[in-house]
């Protein structure tokens, strides 16, 4: 058994800007991002450090990016894993991995010069879901490492480091992760609004050249449920479309067929998965 796989990206910095909607996850992860900012507050008042936020939602709802997002804000460097990369077959492997990605962000942020670090772990109730008394082993071994960095977590250390977790399955997390002083933090990450697909559709269309007659707006209305990722799909099969037909915008109509493909893209997947 090797190392993580591909674990730290070097992403290009992304800011909350550049995330659609999800105002009110964004007002909440400033919030707490705050805390790591302005640490003398937090020391002058006496306040437990924070240690990790929990974001909890539907896939594609920019998990992933507001974590980014959050580490560009905090002036922090990024690492980020997958809770499956975990999933080994020998005992203590996911474990020592566990200590490598916390060691990694602290080296990293060593190296850059910054006091900060965003450890990001996706799909976070593979490792931490609830333990039952053995069964499983050796994710009880992860997880229990996984505790055990998150408590070794100080206000005053450096570089400081922030886990920020994503799950959407909040229920089948074990209750240890959600104890105060763990995951303190729960933001939930909901599907966007009208207003906040309308917010998405205009941040993925900025690279493309859009008819000046498409209402963003009525596509809004009409992608009603889509995920952000849905969204940005739509754009880019509304691009595929328009360049197929050699035309030199993309128009209402593209749009539409866009909508329609990424609906039925998302039918047959489900029948694939039955
Ligand atoms: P998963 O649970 O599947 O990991 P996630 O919630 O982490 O999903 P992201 O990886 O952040 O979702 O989003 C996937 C892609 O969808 C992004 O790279 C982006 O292109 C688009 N996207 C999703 N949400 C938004 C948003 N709110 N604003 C702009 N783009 C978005």
Request: hydrophobic residues 35%; aromatic residues 6%.
């Amino acid at each position: 058994a090797g190392g993580r796989k591909t674990v730290s990206r070097a992403p290009a910095p992304l800011s909350f800007e550049e995330i659609g909607g999800q105002e009110r996850a964004k007002q909440e992860l400033i919030e707490a991002l705050d805390f790591i900012v302005k640490p003398e507050e937090i020391i002058k008042f006496g306040i437990r450090p924070l240690k990790g936020i929990l974001l909890t939602g539907p896939p594609g709802t920019g998990k992933t990016l507001l974590a980014k997002a959050a580490a560009t804000y905090s002036d922090s460097v990024y690492v980020a894993a997958s809770g499956s990369e975990f999933v080994e077959m020998y005992v203590g492997v996911g474990a020592s991995r566990i200590r490598d990605l916390f060691n990694e962000a602290r080296q990293k942020a060593q190296k850059s010069g910054k006091d900060s670090a965003v450890v990001f772990i996706d799909e976070i109730d593979v490792i931490g879901g609830k333990r039952d008394g053995g069964q499983h082993r050796e994710y009880d071994q992860t997880l229990n490492q996984l505790l055990t960095e998150m408590d070794g977590i100080h206000t005053n250390d450096t570089p400081r480091v922030l886990l920020i977790a994503a799950t959407n399955r909040k229920d089948t997390l074990d209750s240890a992760l959600l104890r105060p002083g763990r995951f303190d933090r729960h933001i939930s990450v909901d599907l966007p609004d009208k207003k906040g697909r309308s917010h998405i559709l205009t941040i993925h269309a900025r690279n493309k050249p859009l008819d000046d007659l498409v209402d963003l707006n009525k596509i809004a209305e009409e992608s009603f449920n889509f995920s952000g990722a849905q969204l940005e799909s739509v754009m880019n099969e509304a691009a595929i479309y328009a360049m197929r037909e050699q035309s030199d915008i993309i128009g209402q109509r593209h749009l539409s067929m866009a909508i329609d493909k990424v609906m039925m893209g998302e039918k047959t997947d489900r029948e694939a998965s039955k």
